[in-house]
């Protein structure tokens, strides 16, 4: 069965230090793969996604994941933090051809 | 522009009322989508839809139904029978999820009085 775990419930960085946002993947065959942002009371909006082309994935707003299959995993990152990318995170799956299924969410915290 | 408009943004009821929450996009998408977002829990699915006049219960269908009569629309009705209904909902929908994902309305938070 498919699954998605977050390894983070929370991560605190201070402005202008890298972030890291860890998810592991569970699938039986090449999966798809996307980061999602939600700022509070929002609505979500895609970051940046995987579909079997390349690995190595660029979005929006400086953040890149890297789709690693011998380790299952895409994490998500970004070189330097504002404080506008405070918000909540989330790593989703596809599980079939109609549906995705989300991680718990990690929340991000940037310091002054 | 092309979106996902969810109406209205924040809503009240009453116990023992039930309340429909409005999800409309012109994005032209054959898959819609309703989630429910707690604290803590992530997203769970609640119902959805492939195509006009069918769909599916989700994880969490209890309590609450759907109905989609045009292709631009799939509101959600909470019911009386819903024991914990205050949360946030949101409205999705894809024409081809593994290759575009969701997109997503700005959500509607309803509160029990």
């Known amino acids: 069965a498919q699954s998605v775990t977050q390894l983070d419930s929370h991560v605190s960085v201070s402005e202008g230090t890298p972030v890291l946002l860890r998810c592991n993947y569970s699938?039986?065959?090449?999966?798809?793969l996307f980061w999602y942002v939600q700022h509070p009371n929002k609505g979500l909006q895609l970051l940046l996604k995987?579909?079997?082309?390349?690995?190595l994935v660029k979005g929006i707003n400086g953040f890149e994941a890297e789709f690693k299959k011998s380790e299952t995993s895409f994490h998500l990152t970004k070189p330097s933090a504002h404080m506008s990318d405070a918000a909540e995170y989330f790593c989703v799956v596809s599980v079939s051809s109609y549906k995705l299924i989300f991680g718990s969410g990690t929340r991000l915290l940037v310091r002054p | 522009d092309g979106g996902i408009t969810q109406s209205p943004k924040y809503l009240f009821r009453k116990e023992g009322q039930n309340v429909t929450l409005s999800c409309e996009q012109n994005?032209?998408?054959?898959?819609m989508y309703w989630y429910r977002q707690d604290p803590g829990q992530g997203l769970r699915l609640i119902y959805y839809?492939?195509?006009?006049?069918?769909?599916q219960k989700g994880d969490i269908a209890e309590g609450y139904s759907v109905s989609r009569e045009k292709k631009e629309s799939f509101p959600l009705t909470v019911t009386s029978a819903q024991k914990n209904p205050t949360a946030f909902y949101l409205c999705?929908?894809?024409?081809?999820?593994?290759?575009?994902?969701?997109?997503f309305g700005s959500g509607t938070r309803l509160t029990v009085v």
């Open positions: 994005l032209n998408h054959d898959a």
């Open positions: 995987y579909t079997s082309a390349a690995t």
């Open positions: 999705a929908s894809s024409t081809e999820p593994r290759v575009d994902g969701y997109t």
């Open positions: 839809s492939q195509i006009v006049n069918d769909f």
């Open positions: 699938s039986s065959y090449s999966p798809s």
